[in-house]
Each structure stands twice: as C-alpha cells, then as structure tokens.
C-alpha cells in the first residue's frame, strides 16, 4: 500500500520522510502469458508509536507517485483502475495501518495489517525484518506475498470505459503480485524529551 512499516528505536517514536529520496515502494505483477509490470514510487511516509515494546502506526503512499514501468501511459491507466475514474487520483493514497504490533530490533516481523487502496479495505500479511543503523535509524524491509489487486477492485473491469477491454487485457495483466518496501526511519523527539 502500504506500505509499510513499523520499527521503533525508543519509547516514542518513527517517522519515515516522504521527500528523502531513500525509501522504496515496488509492487511486481507478473502475468505468466503477458508482461511483468513493475509499479514504483520513493514518497513513502510512515508515522509510528513504540510503547511497552510494540508498534502502532500508519505508512502510506500517494497514488500520483507511483510510476507504472517508467511509462505516463501505463501510469495513468494504474491510477483510472485504482480510482475507478470516481476520485481524483491525488486525493488517493496506498496505506497500511498496524496496531500493537510485537517488535525486537534488530529482528523480524510478521503482522496482519489493514491495507486500503483509495479508500477500498482489505488485510494483507506482512513479513520483514528491521534493524538499527550506526546514525540511529530503523531500516526497515517489509514484503507482502500473494497481493491479489481485484481484492481492491483496482482493474479495467471495475472502471468505466474499460469494460470493453476486460477481455483482451485479462491474460496480460496479472491480478496477483509482491508488494516489497524499504524504509529508513529516524526517531521521534517526544514531549517529554524536550523538556529541562
């Protein structure tokens, strides 16, 4: 979405920022008789609560920065399937929302999270791994095996003037994919730590 993920270093906080240029969303759908289609953007952002050693929190990315295989064509037609043409694509947002989540870093994770895809819910298993740098922030790895998009509703049969086309595109265009997220995320100062 999502999207993920999770870490925290310190009671507090994780904030992963949507403009360093570091962190990584790909979605990978590869259609055994079409293409593999390779959906990309680095404006993920994560905002995460570490208490009593477990994670809260929300990552999400923007639906206008995902680029489907480098091509505006390919990318436009992603954002009218995840819209179905009834939202205006910049209000839209891949996001996952994790709550309570048992976390040891350095160490590995795996989590049922809420995923959404312009509004559209479903749960989708997460795994990864996270794990404290020297400059004391989380690097955070996270995958989601057997992404099935129709869940969401996001395809040419679900948005208007592209029904036509259901027929041809459906071997083409994979329904199931990988979703993998890397994310560097830097501790929170919180209230209480900025006081004398």
């Given at each position: 979405?999502?999207?993920?993920?999770?870490?925290?270093?310190?009671?507090?906080?994780?904030?992963?920022?949507?403009?360093?240029?570091?962190?990584?969303?790909?979605?990978?759908?590869?259609?055994?008789?079409?293409?593999?289609?390779?959906?990309?953007?680095?404006?993920?952002?994560?905002?995460?609560?570490?208490?009593?050693?477990?994670?809260?929190?929300?990552?999400?990315?923007?639906?206008?920065?995902?680029?489907?295989d480098n091509e505006p064509t390919?990318?436009?037609?992603?954002?009218?399937?995840?819209?179905?043409?009834?939202?205006?694509?910049?209000?839209?947002?891949?996001?996952?929302?994790?709550?309570?989540?048992?976390?040891?870093?350095?160490?590995?994770f795996a989590v049922d999270a809420?995923?959404?895809?312009?509004?559209?819910?479903?749960?989708?298993?997460?795994?990864?791994?996270?794990?404290?740098?020297?400059?004391?922030?989380?690097?955070?790895?996270?995958?989601?095996?057997?992404?099935?998009?129709?869940?969401?509703?996001v395809g040419p049969k679900y948005?208007?003037?592209?029904?036509?086309?259901?027929?041809?595109?459906?071997?083409?265009?994979?329904?199931?994919?990988?979703?993998?997220?890397?994310?560097?995320?830097?501790?929170?100062?919180?209230?209480?730590?900025?006081?004398?």
């Amino acid at each position: 979405m999502l999207m993920l993920m999770l870490a925290a270093a310190a009671a507090g906080g994780l904030k992963v920022d949507p403009d360093s240029g570091n962190n990584k969303f790909d979605a990978r759908f590869d259609a055994p008789l079409g293409e593999m289609i390779v959906a990309t953007s680095s404006q993920v952002a994560c905002d995460v609560t570490y208490q009593k050693g477990s994670a809260s929190g929300t990552c999400s990315v923007p639906l206008t920065s995902i680029m489907v295989d480098n091509e505006p064509t390919k990318t436009e037609h992603f954002q009218q399937w995840a819209t179905n043409k009834k939202v205006d694509a910049k209000k839209c947002s891949l996001e996952a929302k994790f709550e309570k989540i048992p976390l040891v870093i350095p160490g590995s994770f795996a989590v049922d999270a809420a995923f959404s895809i312009c509004g559209k819910p479903g749960t989708e298993k997460v795994t990864g791994t996270a794990t404290r740098l020297a400059d004391g922030r989380v690097r955070i790895r996270a995958r989601v095996e057997h992404f099935n998009r129709d869940k969401y509703k996001v395809g040419p049969k679900y948005t208007e003037g592209w029904l036509a086309r259901v027929e041809q595109l459906a071997p083409v265009v994979a329904e199931e994919g990988t979703i993998e997220i890397a994310l560097f995320a830097k501790p929170v100062e919180t209230k209480s730590a900025r006081k004398p």
